[in-house]
């Protein structure tokens, strides 16, 4: 073998090696996308994160972009009867059990979900029910109500506001994303 054929050899295994390394950059980059973008995005949705709340039976909770939560009644065995309002019309009305939920979908997407928590038992027509709710931004619906404070025509057992948006944390999902993928890029060198 001369001194030309070793040459050419390590060329060619040099631009093969640089396509492989390319190769792996390109993965790579599509996997930081693939993880980064969605996570990054869905933080910004969350409206009502675990609020707890409590209604009297008859009472109706103000939700932002202009949704009401209304109370109807409570069974004896702690079944409870919940509304939900937009725009003065029932978009949704369903009789939950104790510990169940209660979920409003638009077009494949939770808008709303209501856990039942506890039920308090008072007198024959009054019962004082705990509940969870997650809210999300429906995107038909303008943004416009998120003053934090209820509706003219509901009110609050608690008397006070509704509590406030919180910071978006697409700050932190960003750094976890940048850190991750440098961790997993590191650790893929390390196995090639």
Same mark, same amino acid.
């Given at each position: ?10 060329? #060619? ?11 792996r ?6 996997? #930081?996308?693939?993880?980064?973008? !969605?996570?990054?995005?869905?933080? *910004?949705?969350?409206? #009502? ?9 008859g ?13 109807? *009644? ?7 009867? /919940? ?17 169940? +939920? ?14 039942v ?5 008072? +007198? ?14 429906? *995107?038909?619906? !303008? ?6 404070? /209820?509706?003219?025509?509901?009110h ?6 509704? !509590?406030?948006?919180?910071? !978006? ?12 993928? #440098?961790? /997993? ?8």
């Amino acid at each position: 073998m001369n001194l030309c054929d070793a040459k050419e050899i390590y060329k #060619l295994e040099y631009k093969f090696n640089t396509n492989i390394m390319q190769m792996r950059r390109q993965v790579l980059s599509l996997l #930081l996308w693939l993880f980064l973008i !969605p996570a990054g995005s869905a933080a *910004s949705d969350v409206l #009502l994160n675990g609020t707890n709340i409590y209604l009297a039976t008859g009472d109706s909770y103000g939700l932002y972009q202009g949704y009401i939560l209304s109370l109807k *009644s409570v069974s004896s065995d702690g079944s409870v009867w /919940l509304q939900l309002d937009s725009n003065n019309q029932m978009v949704k009305s369903e009789i939950v059990r104790s510990y169940g +939920s209660f979920v409003y979908n638009k077009t494949n997407r939770t808008i709303l979900s209501v856990k039942v928590d506890k039920v308090y038992s008072g +007198s024959s027509d009054q019962a004082l029910v705990s509940f969870l709710l997650y809210q999300f931004k429906d *995107s038909d619906m !303008p943004l416009s109500n998120q003053s934090g404070t /209820l509706p003219s025509n509901t009110h609050d057992t608690r008397n006070d506001e509704l !509590p406030k948006l919180k910071p !978006p944390r697409e700050p932190v999902i960003w750094a976890l994303g940048i850190f991750s993928v #440098l961790g /997993l890029i590191y650790i893929l060198r390390k196995l090639w």
